[in-house]
Nanobody, 116 residues
Framework: QVQLVESGGGLVQPGGSLRLSCAASGFTFSGYAMSWFRQAPGKERAMVASISPTGVSTFYADSVKGRFTISRDNAKKTVYLQMNSLKPEDTAVYYC?????????WGQGTQVTVSS
């Protein structure tokens, strides 16, 4: 079955950077778009960025444009989220997501905390 395993979260000061990774298995990774979502305390889960199967096309939420970059390595079956110029409002649990076989599949999430 689909398995998505995120890593790379942590505590970082405002203005700092983090790189999240999501290792995928259980499906043909190179054939599917991948996304990152985040959920802050008391808020709904929201899409942050997405990337097409080949990596040619990307989408970003307005709140992260110019600061975050999504990428993928199909040989490694991994999707990344490079986060720069982090702000306290970026604090959230970040989830990897794929829509596969007519189902939503999520990773377990990784906590990102931006605080001085």
């Amino acid at each position: 079955q689909v398995q998505l395993v995120e890593s790379g979260g942590g505590l970082v000061q405002p203005g700092g950077s983090l790189r999240l990774s999501c290792a995928a298995s259980g499906f043909t990774f190179s054939g599917y778009a991948m996304s990152w979502f985040r959920q802050a305390p008391g808020k709904e889960r929201a899409m942050v960025a997405s990337i097409s199967p080949t990596g040619v096309s990307t989408f970003y939420a307005d709140s992260v444009k110019g600061r975050f970059t999504i990428s993928r390595d199909n040989a490694k079956k991994t999707v990344y989220l490079q986060m720069n110029s982090l702000k306290p409002e970026d604090t959230a649990v970040y989830y990897c997501y794929v829509y596969y076989s007519r189902r939503d599949s999520w990773g377990q999430g990784t906590q990102v905390t931006v605080s001085s």
